[in-house]
């Protein structure tokens, strides 16, 4: 076995070194991508907690009823808290309250919801 010359033995390493600095390039890139992905995920998991509850706008004055969402629902933004429908119910018993006309929260509450004459949903 013949021993390399120098010059020789210098560009194996140089060209083992490229590799590494390839390989590495590659791990950093799936790790970014990864990571993209988990934030991805944490937000749909988040969307779909608010989706999946209800909140309740307090009346703007005292005679007004109090209005329910849904969880998304744009016309309640900033809601005090996302409540699961059982909650919600055990919540507002005996309060006037009215569904939001634009995110229609009715058929996430049926099952749950026992209407109230001044609620104005068709028993
Ligand atoms: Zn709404």
Same mark, same amino acid.
């Given at each position: 076995?013949? =021993?390399?010359?120098?010059? &020789?033995?210098?560009?194996?390493?140089?060209?083992? @070194? @490229?590799?590494?600095?390839?390989?590495? /390039? #590659?791990?950093?890139?799936?790790? #970014?991508?990864?990571? +993209?992905?988990?934030?991805? #995920?944490?937000?749909?998991?988040?969307?779909?907690?608010?989706?999946?509850?209800?909140?309740?706008? =307090?009346?703007?004055?005292?005679?007004? $009823?109090?209005?329910?969402?849904? /969880?998304?629902?744009?016309?309640?933004?900033?809601?005090?808290?996302?409540? &699961?429908? $059982?909650?919600?119910?055990?919540?507002?018993?005996?309060?006037?309250?009215?569904?939001?006309?634009?995110?229609?929260?009715?058929? +996430?509450?049926? +099952?749950?919801?026992?209407?109230?004459?001044?609620?104005?949903?068709?028993?």
């Amino acid at each position: 076995m013949t =021993e390399s010359s120098l010059p &020789e033995r210098i560009e194996k390493h140089r060209t083992v @070194a @490229a590799w590494l600095e390839y390989q590495l /390039g #590659q791990e950093r890139a799936t790790i #970014q991508r990864l990571e +993209g992905e988990a934030v991805e #995920q944490e937000r749909r998991r988040k969307v779909a907690w608010k989706q999946s509850r209800f909140t309740v706008q =307090e009346p703007p004055h005292e005679a007004a $009823p109090y209005v329910i969402h849904r /969880g998304g629902c744009t016309k309640n933004p900033n809601p005090l808290d996302y409540y &699961e429908a $059982p909650d919600l119910v055990m919540m507002m018993r005996g309060r006037n309250a009215s569904p939001c006309p634009i995110c229609n929260p009715m058929p +996430g509450l049926r +099952g749950t919801w026992i209407p109230t004459p001044d609620f104005g949903e068709d028993a």
